[in-house]
């Protein structure tokens, strides 16, 4: 990491936290898996400290300085959404091509392949497609995991646009519908992610789109069966 790179993050951030009443601020570069920044505080705002992800290290000090009052904003239980420059510049198909080599790079238990061994993740979102369910592009990056998830079916970064599913789901006496369910169920969340950057999911739409799904109910009561949720 650049020292100019680090310099320009702690000023934007101690400026941050003049705003906001803290005495000292210190903030620096993670290399965290994910897009976010974790902080300790103490209450009487003498002091904040920041671990803030890589993955907007380079970006223009204004897009940084509107994370840092995002941010500050929701350590005082307040509601700042991202400005509009940060937001596009994080759901950009650049940002896409930059960062999602390094995030894959960072999940552990991945196969990196759409080729399981009885299953293939690749022809279910293509059986999605062809029910008219999800969007072809831009096309998720998709994977395995090397081993089963205990109770969770997968899991997808709205930012990185990737999507993995529990090799649980890699086997003869799984039913390709309810693969099929679960991909889409990961692909919802991922392209809701997207349109509500900086906000949470709403849950509701979530499962109201899932009953959509032809034969959804069906594998709804397999996945509690198997005690699995997505």
Same mark, same amino acid.
């Given at each position: 990491? #650049?020292?100019?790179?680090?310099?320009?993050?702690?000023?934007?951030?101690?400026?941050?936290?003049?705003?906001?009443? !803290?005495?000292?601020?210190?903030?620096?570069?993670?290399?965290?898996?994910?897009?976010?920044?974790?902080?300790?505080?103490?209450?009487?705002?003498?002091?904040?400290?920041?671990?803030?992800?890589?993955?907007?290290?380079?970006?223009?000090?204004?897009?940084?300085?509107?994370?840092?009052?995002?941010?500050?904003?929701?350590? =005082?239980?307040?509601?700042?959404?991202?400005?509009?420059?940060?937001?596009?510049?994080?759901? #950009?198909?650049?940002?896409?091509?930059?960062?999602?080599?390094?995030?894959?790079?960072?999940?552990?238990?991945?196969?990196?392949?759409?080729?399981?061994?009885?299953?293939?993740?690749?022809?279910?979102?293509?059986?999605?497609?062809?029910?008219?369910?999800?969007?072809?592009?831009?096309?998720?990056?998709?994977?395995?995991?090397?081993? =089963?998830?205990?109770?969770?079916?997968? !899991?997808?970064?709205?930012?990185?646009?990737?999507?993995?599913?529990?090799?649980?789901?890699?086997?003869?006496?799984?039913? %390709?519908?309810?693969? %099929?369910?679960?991909?889409?169920?990961?692909?919802?969340?991922?392209?809701?992610?997207?349109?509500?950057?900086?906000? =949470?999911?709403?849950?509701?739409?979530?499962?109201?789109?899932?009953?959509?799904?032809?034969?959804?109910?069906?594998?709804?009561?397999?996945?509690?069966?198997?005690?699995?949720?997505?």
């Amino acid at each position: 990491m #650049s020292s100019q790179s680090e310099k320009e993050l702690r000023e934007v951030f101690e400026e941050a936290g003049k705003r906001h009443g !803290y005495g000292i601020t210190r903030a620096r570069y993670v290399a965290l898996r994910d897009f976010k920044v974790r902080w300790t505080r103490v209450a009487n705002r003498d002091w904040a400290d920041f671990e803030v992800s890589d993955y907007i290290k380079g970006a223009h000090p204004d897009l940084i300085a509107s994370l840092a009052e995002s941010i500050f904003s929701k350590m =005082e239980n307040k509601t700042v959404p991202y400005s509009d420059a940060l937001s596009k510049w994080a759901l #950009s198909h650049d940002f896409i091509e930059e960062k999602q080599p390094i995030y894959i790079s960072r999940c552990r238990n991945l196969t990196r392949t759409t080729e399981g061994n009885s299953k293939n993740l690749d022809e279910s979102f293509d059986r999605l497609i062809a029910m008219g369910l999800v969007d072809e592009e831009p096309r998720p990056y998709m994977s395995w995991t090397m081993n =089963e998830f205990m109770r969770k079916c997968g !899991y997808s970064s709205s930012l990185m646009n990737v999507i993995v599913i529990s090799s649980y789901f890699d086997a003869d006496e799984i039913p %390709d519908s309810l693969l %099929d369910y679960v991909v889409y169920g990961e692909w919802l969340r991922l392209s809701e992610g997207r349109k509500c950057f900086g906000y =949470e999911i709403d849950n509701a739409y979530i499962r109201e789109m899932m009953d959509r799904f032809p034969g959804g109910e069906t594998s709804k009561r397999l996945l509690e069966k198997f005690r699995m949720h997505i």
